[in-house]
């Protein structure tokens, strides 16, 4: 199979299994809204942003170098190697837990912090969830990691259903649910895979364990000072609006998750034919051609999504939340530009050269914080929004041209233009919100998709049609 090809067959594939779980975030925080308070759902927002911002310093990253490492066994016919990588990143993870769990009791027993005593399963479940997933998608094993994407759907929104309505649990029903899923999720993995069935302690190669290391620890600044920047600035709105406006704020942040469902099918399959495709003699030329295309998707699905947020809103927020939406334009153009910034970070991982996603993300961070510090007095939460916007248009703009050292990816000009003038036009029209306009855009928006994704959507279709072949034929 051919690298175009088996890229589309990879998005396809994590396209069931990130899609759903993406798709059901958007549609549950109707859920949440109208059973959980503002404020609850703003001190749930920030009390995972602080998990989430320590579980790197947990892990050390060491997951990403499992995956890359797992990866690098290419033909998969050596047991022994990747029992080893397994184990030796098993062991970092495992002892990086044990400290966590025993500071977080520690920190109960002083503190009694609020739904403190659910984090430690809540911490373990989902880096145990997330060790299982890499090591599924190294070991090649894609359609077990898109099928854990689909249980962990499904289990969470049961599980929501259940403890939030029919039982009347409240927030901490949001942590309850997760852990379930992750643990329905790990099992899947497990019966599939045998991940921690590979684990031999006697097998652990101290060397091997440092140069994973060496490769995933320049990746830590970078995994946590994104969060740290949404702590602060979660802070930042917390001081100055109060904690129903962080409330607003997480619900809006929920709604980037549509257009973060597109970079996650296409960024996990890209990530791993980025790799794998390094040392290829016409790696700038594929690695061209394949951002041109990830421009033109992204920015199709914001014109799509731009008319029809607001609508959207109304119909699944609370009426209490509904002011949310103004909010969305920007954590929309940020998530575009995270997701580029993270297209430009597999050159880091294919070069092995990852201290320079520290320096980039450094001064991108440093430059979201400043903006939200500045403007927070003066236009209230959606100093958060453009802070996010600015941060990762920062670090991508960085990226873009730190990067030609390892790869000269060639950007398309013309294309940026167009782009950036029509979304420029669609928000404008957005704030004015007028339902006509609305609807006008958004079937305007439809030709505009799919004349700008054509090439992409010829080989889905190709390949579709090639699969039925097959399928006809074996009948």
């Not at 600035?233 to 980037?256: D, M, T, V, W």
Request: charged share 15%; with cysteine.
């Amino acid at each position: 199979m051919d690298r175009k090809n088996a890229l589309a067959k990879n998005i396809l594939i994590f396209g069931l299994g990130t899609s759903l779980s993406k798709l059901m975030s958007v549609l549950l925080i109707g859920l949440y809204t109208a059973y959980i308070t503002a404020d609850d759902l703003g001190y749930y927002d920030i009390l995972i942003t602080v998990i989430l911002m320590a579980t790197p310093m947990v892990t050390l990253q060491i997951t990403d170098a499992l995956y890359r490492h797992l990866l690098e066994l290419r033909d998969g016919n050596d047991e022994t190697d990747a029992t080893r990588v397994l184990s030796g990143a098993f062991a970092v993870v495992a002892g990086g837990l044990f400290l966590a769990v025993v500071v977080l009791c520690i920190l109960n027993m002083l503190a009694e912090i609020r739904l403190g005593w659910i984090l430690p399963g809540y911490f373990v479940t989902s880096v145990m969830l997330v060790f299982s997933q890499q090591a599924a998608r190294g070991l090649r094993r894609n359609t077990v990691y898109a099928l854990s994407g689909v249980t962990y759907t499904g289990v969470m929104l049961a599980a929501n259903l259940i403890f939030i309505i029919t039982l009347g649990v409240g927030v901490e029903a949001l942590l309850y649910s997760v852990i379930i899923a992750d643990v329905f999720a790990i099992l899947l993995i497990e019966c599939t895979v045998g991940v921690y069935r590979r684990v031999r302690f006697s097998l652990i190669s101290f060397k091997q364990v440092r140069e994973m290391c060496h490769y995933s620890v320049p990746l830590l600044p970078h995994a946590v000072i994104w969060p740290v920047m949404m702590v602060v600035n979660r802070y930042a709105i917390l001081h100055f609006e109060g904690l129903e406006a962080n409330g607003l704020f997480a619900a809006a942040s929920k709604f980037p998750a549509l257009l973060m469902t597109v970079y996650n099918i296409f960024g996990l399959a890209w990530q791993e034919n980025a790799i794998l495709e390094y040392g290829s003699h016409d790696r700038n030329e594929y690695y061209t051609k394949t951002f041109r295309m990830y421009v033109r998707l992204l920015s199709g699905t914001i014109l799509l999504l731009l008319p029809a947020t607001r609508h959207i809103v109304s119909l699944l927020l609370h009426e209490s939340y509904y002011d949310a939406w103004q909010l969305i334009p920007l954590l929309y153009m940020g998530s575009m530009f995270q997701a580029f910034s993270n297209f430009y970070a597999t050159v880091y991982m294919g070069a092995k050269r990852t201290m320079g996603l520290f320096v980039t993300t450094m001064l991108g961070v440093g430059g979201g914080i400043t903006v939200c510090l500045l403007t927070i007095p003066y236009i209230g939460a959606q100093a958060a929004s453009l802070a996010h916007m600015t941060a990762f248009l920062l670090a991508w703009l960085l990226r873009v041209v730190h990067t030609r050292r390892y790869a000269k990816i060639e950007l398309n000009p013309p294309i940026l233009l167009l782009m950036a003038v029509l979304s420029t036009a669609y928000i404008y029209s957005f704030f004015r919100a007028v339902p006509m306009a609305d609807l006008l855009l958004f079937l305007a928006a439809i030709p505009i998709f799919i004349w700008l994704n054509r090439d992409l959507i010829r080989i889905i279709i190709g390949m579709a049609k090639g699969a039925l072949r097959k399928k006809e034929e074996t009948v």
